[in-house]
């Protein structure tokens, strides 16, 4: 059974002290591996999309990379306004199948 | 640029009552449109997607149901509502050929009562 998982499911971190969010998954046919944002009522926001093991993408303090078989999302130097849920999703045909989020608080 | 609105942005029903959700797409052509469904402190769960006009796929068999009479317009339905239909109803597209980026709009909060 195709399946996503995310750990840890919550994070409380300093101010500028840097982490890493793990997205494991089990899917056959993979096509693609999805990272979003999501805030408290708010519908997800895009942020990368990896396709193959050893890819990696950076936008300001996030960066995700992509093994075989699960993602990372590194976040260096974290900010209040970082804190989020942080979702993955992989796709299999037409289907996103997503994982149960990461929910990153910063503090000051 | 490409926009997905969906409304109403919340909604209380009781319980036996009728629902109709809107999504619609600006900006682009022949996507494929996606209904999940959040539940607190919760994944998002597949509901429906469609990859055109009047096809629908179905993940969860349930009492909704969706619809897609126009390129860019998706509904979701249900004819009477159940309390464990509370959520948040979020409608998402992506580009039929390309890269697979899905982006959703603002979500619906739906409160059965």
Redesign the interface.
Known sequence: EDQVTQSPEALRLQEGESSSLNCSYTVSGL??L?W?RQDP??????LF?LYSAGEEKEKERLKATLTKKESFLHITAPKPEDSATY?C?V?VG????????TSLTVIP | SQTIHQWPATLVQPVGSPLSLECTVEGTSNPNLYWYRQAAGRGLQLLFYSVGIGQISSEVPQNLSASRPQDRQFILSSKKLLLSDSGFYLCAWVRARGSYEQYFGPGTRLTVT
């Open positions: 096509r693609g999805f979003y009522g708010k519908g997800p926001e895009f999309t979702l999703a796709i037409n289907q996103f199948y997503f994982g149960t989020g």
